[in-house]
């Protein structure tokens, strides 16, 4: 495995001076013998070899100054081989030989398309995430994996797909968690599961999280009724518990206060008629009884 080797190069300010003014020198200089060989074929010769290896050397020196931003890094190879990366951001000159690749190190997001997998209980769900990333080994994104962006794609998705096989969409128990219910615990294992499948290309995953979850079309209308009848239910029992506690401390006050004295039956028949008016869907009709209680 091929590890990351910081190599900064030289500052290139300080060394802008030193390049272009010997050249002009140089130049004034060739100017002047120049003029003073004119006749001699020889000197001539010299001059004018002279006149053209020093101009490609000077151009080839140039070549060894590179731009480093922030958040970016320029991995350098000589003849194939890594030498080393420059993070520090600034003018800099290396080594004109250097092959300088730029890659950035700055936070990117990755959103997914809409997959379709079945959880962990057969159901098939449309499922989407965004994973928040960054290169941070320079070493291992560039000679690693053939193209670190698109392995990133690649290897998100298929760690979506195996997290969602992990969960059920809905959990009926409360202690198994579930894709809808369990979000911060299910992103966790996402974001963790994401990291393991990247860390061979140098990438840091800084978050991963859900950002479309549904069951597919297909069940969509099976599930909804499914969840409404358990809506439902739990309102029901809701009502039911009330209505109990209603009717218990109605008895519990008529007899504390002897208000009235009713046997069994009576009470039978009051908890009866408490109960459909609490728990009723619609509302009921009031009968006043002008007779006696027992009429």
């Not at 300010?13 to 006749?39: E, H, K, T």
């Not at 420059?86 to 950035?104: C, H, V």
Request: proline share 4%; charged share 20%; net charge neutral.
């Amino acid at each position: 495995m091929v590890r990351e080797r910081l190599r900064h190069g030289v500052p290139g300010i300080p060394l802008l001076p030193l390049i272009f003014l010997p050249l002009l020198d140089f130049l004034i200089a060739g100017l002047g013998a120049g003029a003073s060989a004119r006749g001699d074929y020889l000197l001539g010769a010299v001059l004018v070899i002279t006149f053209i290896a020093i101009p490609v050397l000077w151009l080839l020196l140039l070549k060894g100054f590179f731009m480093v931003g922030p958040n970016e890094a320029k991995v350098f190879q000589l003849f194939g081989s890594y030498v080393g990366t420059a993070k520090e951001p600034g003018l800099r000159w290396t080594n004109p030989f250097f092959k300088k690749t730029k890659i950035s190190l700055r936070v990117r997001n990755f959103e997914s398309a809409q997959l379709k997998v079945n959880d962990r209980d057969g159901n098939p769900v449309e499922i989407a995430a965004v994973v928040v990333w960054r290169v941070v080994e320079t070493a291992e994104a560039s000679f690693e994996v053939e193209d670190y962006q698109n392995y990133v794609k690649v290897q998100s998705e298929a760690a979506l797909r195996n997290a969602a096989t992990s969960y059920p969409y809905d959990s009926h128990e409360e202690h198994v968690p579930s894709l809808r219910g369990s979000t911060s615990a299910v992103a966790e294992h996402l974001k963790k599961e994401v990291q393991g499948r990247l860390d061979k290309a140098g990438v840091e995953v800084l978050e991963a999280r859900f950002s479309h979850m549904a069951y597919a079309q297909e069940i969509a209308a099976a599930m909804l009724q499914r969840q409404q009848a358990g809506a439902i239910i739990a309102a029901r029992k809701l009502i039911v518990e009330g209505a109990v506690g209603m009717v218990e401390m109605a008895l519990e006050q008529l007899s504390h206060k002897g208000i009235v004295n009713l046997d069994e039956e009576r009470k039978a028949a009051m908890v009866s008629n408490l109960l459909v008016v609490l728990c009723g869907e619609k509302n009921v009709q009031p009968i006043v009884n002008t007779g006696t209680i027992h009429q």
